[in-house]
């Protein structure tokens, strides 16, 4: 079945450092793929997505590319903030258009010190 | 728009008893979704619905759990008896079906302890 692999966290990063945050994806066909952010205490909010090969997904300085040719869709943000700390989570979504369940990895605390 | 609306936001209870968490989901929205987040498994779907009806509970752990949807507006997740291993926090999400990608909008979850 669809599974998704994410980095352990959590990762410690001082301000204005560079992020990555790895994810790399098991799926038939060509799944879209999402980035959700979850703060304390609150849902899951959507921070970007993307829908095939090669498309790049970017919201609030994040971006990701769609790489089919390594199933992959990192996470980056070249300069982070304490306001990001927060636990990130890779998804992947139906391949068909519909509106199935997300498979989402297992999640990445960040947390970012001043 | 008032988003997905989820209730109570806290729930605590003893071994055995019944418990029912709600979910309103967004207005016009064609799907609804029911996931559990616990720190061992992560994020868990369990069950979604297409227009109030059910069509993947491959993901409900127990019979022990139970979900309806009456109408486009309401769900319930019932969990009798509870035990306290269910101790999770249980989010509710809706979406609208869109033929280029399915993004879906999360409640801010009930959390579930079980004593």
């Known amino acids: 079945g669809d599974s998704v692999t994410q980095m352990e966290g959590p990762v410690t990063l001082s301000e204005e450092a560079f992020l990555t945050i790895n994810c790399t994806y098991t799926?038939?066909?060509?799944?879209?793929l999402f980035w959700y952010v979850q703060y304390p205490g609150e849902g899951l909010q959507l921070l970007l997505k993307?829908?095939?090969?090669?498309d790049k997904g970017s919201n609030k300085g994040f971006e990701a590319t769609y790489r089919k040719e390594t199933t992959s869709f990192h996470l980056e943000k070249g300069s982070v903030q304490v306001s990001d700390s927060a636990v990130y989570f890779c998804?992947?979504?139906?391949?068909?258009?519909?509106?199935?369940?997300?498979?989402f990895g297992k999640g990445t605390h960040l947390i970012i010190q001043p | 728009d008032a988003g997905v609306i989820q209730s109570p936001r806290h729930e605590v209870t003893e071994m055995g008893q019944e418990v029912t968490l709600r979910c309103k989901p967004i207005?016009?929205?064609?799907?609804l979704f029911w996931y559990r987040q616990t720190m061992m498994r992560g994020l868990e779907l369990l069950i979604y619905?297409?227009?109030?009806?059910?069509?993947?509970d491959s993901g409900m752990p127990e019979d022990r759990f139970s979900a309806k949807m009456p109408n486009a507006s309401f769900s319930t997740l019932k969990i009798q008896p509870s035990e306290p291993r269910d101790s999770a926090v249980y989010f509710c999400?809706?979406?609208?079906?869109?033929?280029?990608?399915?993004?879906?909008?999360f409640g801010p979850g009930t959390r579930l302890t079980v004593l």
């Open positions: 999400a809706s979406s609208l079906r869109d033929s280029s990608y399915n993004e879906q909008f």
């Open positions: 799926a038939t066909g060509y799944p879209s």
């Open positions: 993307a829908t095939k090969a090669d």
């Open positions: 998804a992947l979504g139906d391949s068909g258009g519909g509106a199935d369940g997300l498979t």
């Open positions: 207005s016009g929205h064609d799907y």
């Open positions: 619905f297409n227009n109030n009806v059910p069509i993947d």
